[in-house]
C-alpha cells in the first residue's frame, strides 16, 4: 500500500498560504458572529420592557 495520498494532502496543505489564513479568518468570523448575535439579543431584550410598560 503506497502513502500517495499523504503526498496529496501535503501538497494541498500549503498552496499559497490559504490555510493559514483560515487558522485565523474561520475563528474570527465565529466570534464576531456570536458577538453580533449577542448584540442583537441584548437590544431586543433592552427594548422589550419599554414596550410593555
Known amino acids: 500500500m ?3 495520498h499523504l503526498t ?3 501538497l494541498l ?4 498560504g ?4 483560515g487558522l ?3 475563528p474570527l468570523a ?3 458572529t456570536l458577538l453580533w448575535v ?3 439579543r441584548a437590544r431586543r ?3 422589550h420592557p419599554k414596550d410593555e410598560a
Open 38 to 40: 449577542a448584540d442583537r
Open 18 to 21: 490559504w490555510d493559514e489564513i
Open 30 to 32: 465565529v466570534v464576531a
Open 45 to 47: 431584550l433592552a427594548g
Open 8 to 10: 496529496d494532502i501535503r
Open 2 to 4: 503506497r502513502p500517495d
Open 13 to 16: 496543505a500549503h498552496q499559497g
Open 24 to 26: 485565523v479568518a474561520v
